[in-house]
Every structure is written in structure tokens, then in C-alpha cells.
């Protein structure tokens, strides 16, 4: 998952997201089973404007959203008529929770500008800087899928596709200057 984990093997990312999803709406189509596949803003590439919804334009920039982009279409034909198919693409989930007592995170510009803040370290920003952003905290995300859950076992045969996204966005500038005031704040 992620841009990152994508580049250096483009073929296990290709098999992974897009071979992968293939099979597990082939066992859901054979079976009747419902699915709530997690997709990524990612298939968007960049944004064209705010709030992001589910009509936005599907022009994914680098390896990782091809392949997501690729899965959904893939699995848009295989659930056709035979299984409720939902697609959350969501936007940059953020935040920490824990499962079992266990904290559970991913690194993403949020988590990595507070980490950064929190050893006095320069925040590097890259170019331009101006990139828009719209973030979604983890509980958030967490509540779509308790909705998407409940709402998906009721539903005929069909592929809904779902923006699991905030209101606002924000530009990487803004983030850092945030960060930066809340860290001389402590």
C-alpha cells in the first residue's frame, strides 16, 4: 500500500493490487459475498478541485494509483449483477489508535512533520509546496466502514463508489507552518 511501497517492485505492486483484488472479487462473485474495497485517492492523481467527490477525474500520477485505478475497474466489471461491490476511495488518513493495546500508525506528512517537530529537526517541505491535501482522521475512516457495512448487507447487486474524504483541503505550506507554531507552543 502506498506510493512508496509501490516504486521499487512495480510487478509485486501490479500482482499485489491489481491481480489480488481480481481474485478476491472472482471468490466474492462465486459466492455472493459483498465487498467494501478500500481504494485511494490516489486514483485521482492530482486534484483539480475541493471538496473531492466521487465525479472527480481519475488521472492517477505514479505507479501506486495506476494499480488501484486498475483494481477498481477490474472489479467494477467482475461484481457486475452478482455482488454489492463499494468503493471508499479515501483521502490521507492521519492519526494513531490502538488495537489490543497495541498503537497501530502509518507515516504519512502529518505523523512525519510531528515526529520531525518533536526532535527540533528541520521539517523538509518538497517543492513547490503548494500540493493540496485533504485529510481524514483514522476514526473517521473507521465510522465509513461501520456505515459501509451496515448499508452494503442490504443492498442489491451493484458497485457504488464513495468518497471517504473531508471538506477542506490544505496545502503542505500551511501543514508545516501549523506544525511549527503548535511545536513552539509546547
Known amino acids: 500500500?502506498?506510493?512508496d511501497e509501490c516504486t521499487p517492485d512495480p510487478h509485486l505492486a501490479y500482482h499485489v493490487n491489481v491481480m489480488g483484488t481480481e481474485t478476491i472479487g472472482l471468490i466474492c462473485r462465486k459466492n455472493s459475498i459483498p465487498l467494501i474495497f478500500p481504494s485511494s485517492v490516489a486514483v485521482l492523481g492530482n486534484p483539480t478541485y475541493f471538496p473531492i467527490d466521487e465525479n472527480h477525474p481519475r488521472t492517477p500520477v505514479n505507479w501506486y494509483g495506476k494499480t488501484k485505478k486498475a483494481a477498481c475497474d477490474a472489479l467494477r466489471v467482475i461484481s457486475e449483477g452478482s455482488f454489492p461491490a463499494y468503493e471508499f476511495f479515501m483521502s490521507n488518513v492521519f492519526g494513531?489508535?490502538?488495537?489490543s493495546d497495541t498503537v497501530v500508525s502509518r507515516p504519512n506528512v502529518i505523523s512525519i512533520f510531528l515526529d520531525t517537530a518533536k526532535r527540533d529537526e528541520?521539517?523538509?517541505v518538497y517543492r513547490p509546496g503548494t500540493q493540496a491535501r485533504n485529510f481524514l482522521h483514522v476514526k473517521d475512516?473507521?465510522?465509513s466502514y461501520v456505515l459501509?457495512?451496515?448499508s452494503i448487507l442490504e443492498e442489491d447487486p451493484e458497485y457504488?463508489?464513495?468518497c471517504i474524504?473531508?471538506?477542506e483541503s490544505m496545502t503542505i505550506i500551511e501543514l508545516a507552518k501549523i506544525v511549527l507554531r503548535k511545536a513552539e507552543e509546547r
Not at 494513531?96 to 488495537?99: I, K, P, Q
Open 141 to 143: 475512516a473507521a465510522r
Open 160 to 162: 457504488k463508489e464513495f
Open 165 to 167: 474524504a473531508g471538506k
Open 96 to 99: 494513531v489508535h490502538s488495537l
Open 148 to 150: 459501509g457495512v451496515k
Open 122 to 124: 528541520k521539517l523538509t
Open 1 to 3: 500500500s502506498g506510493v
